[in-house]
């Protein structure tokens, strides 16, 4: 006959095992809560990254957002027509060896009807992070006798940019204002999970504005 456990022996069995169930049932609600934070935070990136626009009158309008895709350009050339700047600066760092994004952009914005003097470029050094390039864009335009600039980014990461543009402009004295079309915000906003270029570039902004904060220079 085999031999019963000591009644003792079998309440300690029992409650090894509920604590072990009672612990796996908790790391399954913990679970189960992480992955709704990350899914209510990964459809909140819109609200997060997107900055309400700010369309204001200028002295010179800075065109920082280049992508072939976007209707950047044409809502540039569209605000210059509707006499919010007299000026325009397009901006970019070097994307390959002489090459950079803002001379397409204003040879883009000249077949777009802007008069040739009133469109200019800036050639940004390579910088680590975007307030290091708001710093220098912030002493072109006062190295330039401008008091205003509106400044029309890419929609995503336009949230960090005003910030930036609040911290660094306003340091030296110029009132700045902070744009972008709404066409391109359109493409950032409505079921953009759906499409993989939408959401490559929603993450991507996303990556990059926790990284500028863990940098004193970045931030």
């Known amino acids: 006959m085999g031999t019963r456990p000591h009644p003792y022996r079998a309440l300690e069995i029992a409650l090894v095992t509920g604590r072990r169930k009672k612990g796996k049932s908790r790391w399954f609600f913990v679970l189960v809560g992480l992955v709704i934070v990350a899914l209510a935070g990964f459809f909140a990136l819109p609200w997060l990254l997107i900055a309400q626009a700010e369309l204001t009158h200028a002295d010179v309008i800075l065109h920082l957002h280049m992508d072939a895709h976007a209707d950047a350009d044409a809502y540039v050339a569209q605000l210059y027509k509707q006499g919010h700047a007299r000026e325009i600066v397009c901006v970019s760092a070097q994307a390959a060896c002489d090459v950079y994004p803002a001379d397409d952009a204003a040879r883009h914005l000249i077949a777009l009807g802007?008069?040739?003097?009133?469109?200019?470029?800036?050639?940004?050094?390579?910088?680590?992070?975007?307030?290091?390039?708001?710093?220098?864009?912030?002493?072109?335009?006062?190295?330039q006798g401008w008091h205003s600039a509106l400044l029309v980014v890419n929609p995503i990461g336009s949230r960090s940019r005003r910030r930036l543009v609040r911290r660094y402009f306003g340091q030296t004295g110029i009132s700045a204002a902070v744009t972008y079309s709404p066409r391109d915000r359109q493409a950032f906003v409505h079921q953009w999970w759906r499409t993989h270029a939408p959401a490559q570039r929603m993450i991507a902004a996303?990556?990059?504005?926790?990284?500028?904060?863990?940098?004193?220079?970045?931030?």
Do not use: F, N
């Open 114 to 143: 802007v008069p040739r003097e009133d469109v200019s470029t800036l050639h940004l050094p390579i910088r680590d992070c975007m307030a290091e390039s708001m710093l220098h864009m912030a002493g072109y335009v006062k190295a």
């Open 206 to 219: 996303a990556m990059h504005s926790v990284l500028d904060w863990l940098y004193p220079q970045c931030r």
